[in-house]
């Protein structure tokens, strides 16, 4: 069954730091590249950075995460992981991965969805 299955997140504190993890299952991820984008209420959904295996390493940041987001992957374990660091109250957002054959800013080009997860940054 191909799915990606999401866990992390929750509540942070402004400087501080949280990490999100994304299972793939069915979706090796030598081959699948994984994306990170978030939707903060009533915006609309935003690429944030996505892993390219193609490169062996992150594709793109958004500008308002660079210097404080890092996306990483560990193969053996199927899973990629969004390091956000540095963390402010416009980080406040539902997170999701979603897997591609490439990576692209934007999410219409994306087949696989994890569920979400919510991140809430507040003192």
């Known amino acids: 069954q191909i799915q990606l299955v999401q866990s992390g997140g929750g509540l942070g504190q402004p400087g501080g730091s949280l990490r999100l993890s994304c299972v793939a299952s069915?979706?090796?991820?030598?081959?699948?590249?994984i994306g990170w984008f978030r939707q903060g209420p009533g915006k609309e959904r935003e690429a944030v950075g996505c892993y390219s295996s193609g490169l062996g390493r992150t594709w793109y940041y958004l500008d308002s995460v660079k210097g404080r987001f890092t996306i990483s992957r560990d193969e053996a374990k199927s899973t990629a992981y969004l390091h956000m660091g540095i963390l402010k109250p416009e980080d406040s957002a539902t997170y999701y991965c979603a897997a591609q054959k490439g990576c692209y800013k934007s999410s219409g080009e994306y087949h696989y969805w994890g569920q979400g997860t919510q991140v809430t940054v507040t003192s």
């Open positions: 069915g979706l090796p991820l030598h081959i699948w590249d």
